[in-house]
C-alpha cells in the first residue's frame, strides 16, 4: 500500500494547481509535499485489516486524528456520527482508500468482499463500491502477474469501465473531478500505460485532475505489478511520515508484502 501514500504525498501539491498539470515534467517532492486524507485512510484500512476492527470506526479515529487533511465536506460530517451513517457518496474516496484489500486477501470473491465492506460505511453509493472493488481487484489480479491488457479486459467486462480511451485523447478536456466513476478508470489508464512505478506517478498527475488521488490509485496498482518501489521514493515518502503510521504500514509490508527498503 505504500504505492499508494507515495502517490498521495507526491500529487499534493498539484491536487489545486493552476494552472492544472498537464505534462509528466515536474518536480516530484518539494518542502510543501505532505500526506493527505488519501493517506490517512489508507492506514486506517491496513490497521482494520490487521487488527479484524470494523473499517468505520477505524477511519473515524484516524480521521479525527489527522484533522484538515482535505477531507470533502460530506465525510468531514460523517467523520463525527454517531451511529455510522453512510451517505450515499460515489465518490473517488473509497478507491484512494482501499488498496491494503488488493493485497492482503487471496481470493477474487473475498478481494471483491472486503472491498465492498471497506467502502459501506462512507460511500454505499453502487458507484462508490464499485470503484473500490475495481481497484481492489486490480491490485490483486496485478500481484499475481496478470498482465496488462488482460487486467483492463477483466475490469471492462466486471464493472462497465471505458479503457479503450489514452490518456493522451483524455488529457486536453479532463478536469478535477473526485467521482469513482470519473477518476478510477483515468487512473487504471495511468497505470497500464506506464512502464515503472514513477512513470504511473507522472502519468497520473499529468492528467491535470483530483493529482494525489488519481496518483494514489494508480500508484497501489503499479507497485502490485512491478514489484519492488524505488528506494529513493520509499525514503522520501518516510520522511513525511508520522511515527504511529510507519508502524502500521511496516507491520502491513511485513505480513502481506515483501520488505520494504528503509
Not at 22 to 40: A, C, G, N, Q
Not at 133 to 143: D, G, H, S, V, Y
Not at 206 to 221: F, H, K, N, Q, V
Amino acid at each position: 500500500m505504500l504505492g499508494a501514500i507515495i502517490g498521495d504525498i507526491i500529487g499534493s501539491v498539484y491536487e489545486f494547481h493552476r494552472p492544472p498539470i498537464k505534462s509528466t515534467d515536474f518536480e516530484l517532492f518539494t518542502d510543501k509535499s505532505t500526506f493527505t486524507d488519501d493517506t490517512v485512510l489508507t492506514v486506517a484500512v491496513a490497521e482494520a485489516i490487521l487488527t479484524g476492527a470494523e473499517y468505520g470506526p477505524v477511519m473515524q479515529r484516524y480521521a479525527r486524528a489527522y484533522p484538515g487533511r482535505g477531507y470533502g465536506g460530506n465525510f468531514r460530517r460523517w467523520i463525527h456520527t454517531d451511529p455510522i451513517t453512510p451517505y450515499g457518496s460515489y465518490g473517488n474516496g473509497s478507491a484512494m482508500r482501499v488498496s491494503p484489500v488488493g493485497f492482503a486477501f487471496d481470493s477474487i470473491d473475498s478481494v471483491l468482499a472486503e472491498a465492498e465492506r471497506s467502502a459501506l460505511p462512507s460511500h454505499n453509493h453502487p458507484e462508490g463500491v464499485k470503484g473500490a472493488q475495481a481497484t481492489a481487484l486490480m491490485i490483486f489480479e496485478a500481484r499475481y502477474g496478470m498482465n496488462k491488457a488482460a487486467l483492463k479486459t477483466e475490469i471492462e467486462a466486471r464493472f462497465g469501465y471505458n479503457l479503450e480511451r489514452t490518456l493522451d485523447e483524455i488529457r486536453p478536456g479532463y478536469y478535477f473531478n473526485e467521482t469513482c466513476q470519473g477518476s478510477v478508470p483515468e487512473a487504471i489508464l495511468a497505470f497500464t500505460e506506464s512502464h515503472d512505478f514513477e512513470e504511473t506517478i507522472r502519468l497520473a498527475i499529468s492528467l491535470g485532475g483530483d493529482a494525489d488521488t488519481l496518483a494514489a490509485i494508480a500508484g497501489g496498482m503499479a507497485q502490485a505489478y512491478y514489484g519492488e518501489l524505488p528506494p529513493a521514493l520509499v525514503q522520501q515518502a518516510r520522511l513525511r511520515l508520522p511515527d504511529a503510521m510507519l508502524r502500521v504500514i511496516d507491520e502491513f509490508h511485513e505480513r502481506y508484502c515483501t520488505r520494504l527498503p528503509q
